[in-house]
């Protein structure tokens, strides 16, 4: 196994006797080769999936914030969708390349990285090599900031996020729930307002296993002082990004 990991490269995750390319939304073909000393981002999602059609918006935004900075990335499309309609479907409003649907490598690349569930996104380094596998996390938790999501960059935010949550409220009330909701430090929930998964803290009911985001359950007082105002968007694309 140690072996497959020194020599993993790019094509050898990506390429296949048959085919040494990937594909663009447009039909455009894209060699492989192209992406060679870019951080490389595999993307298992599919759109049945509701915890994908959530990440997604939020994985766009970073990929075009860190575009928008100069920096050298791509970020590739594994489908798990049911069939070639909702595959085009879902990677239309994709701005990155993607594996064709139904080739074979998705399902190899599946159980080299042990994809567990989706949205997953696994990031590869500029010399081809596993920089971390809980990528979906760390955009959740962190954003671009987390570019170019090495441990020493990861351990620094999650020490700013430590420091930024000693300030929040221990408890909290929000109109989507009866009972009063406590910071909780959580390992992994679906957030009951905007449906996305979350990490590390959560306002928590615990009687009902009801979840939000702290930027969820905080957001309309965050934003100008107000406490709830009725009616508000609770959650939009960049919920629980640090800011
Ligand atoms: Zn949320
Ligand atoms: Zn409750």
Redesign the pocket.
């Known amino acids: 196994m140690a072996n497959i990991e020194t020599q993993q490269s790019l094509s050898s995750l990506l390429c296949t006797d048959e085919r040494d390319f990937l594909i663009r939304n447009n039909g455009d073909q894209v060699p492989v080769s192209e992406l060679t000393g870019k951080m490389v981002g595999l993307y298992f999602s599919a759109h049945w999936c509701p915890p994908c059609r959530a990440f997604t918006p939020k994985l766009i935004q970073v990929y075009n914030e860190l575009k928008q900075n100069g920096e050298s990335l791509e970020i590739v499309f594994l489908s798990s969708d049911r069939n070639q309609q909702g595959f085009e479907e879902y990677y239309a409003s994709m701005p990155w390349l993607a594996l064709p649907f139904g080739d074979k490598v998705k399902k190899d690349l599946s159980q080299y990285f042990q994809i567990r569930g989706i949205p997953s996104l696994i990031m590869i380094g500029p010399d081809g090599k596993t920089v971390r596998k809980d990528g979906a996390t760390i955009v959740r938790v962190h954003g671009a900031k987390a570019y170019p999501f090495t441990d020493a960059c990861v351990a620094v935010l999650n020490k700013e996020l430590e420091a930024a949550v000693e300030k929040y409220p221990k408890q909290t009330k929000h109109e989507l729930h009866e009972h009063s909701l406590e910071l909780t430090r959580r390992k992994q929930y679906m957030?009951?307002?905007?449906?996305?998964a979350?990490c590390s803290w959560s306002y928590y009911c615990q009687g009902c296993d009801f979840?939000?985001?702290p930027?969820?359950?905080l957001k309309d007082k965050h934003s100008d002082g107000n406490e709830n105002k009725a009616g508000e968007v609770?959650?939009e694309g960049d919920?629980?990004r640090r800011v």
């Open positions: 957030c009951n307002g905007c449906e996305d979350g979840d939000l985001h930027d969820c359950a609770i959650c919920a629980f």
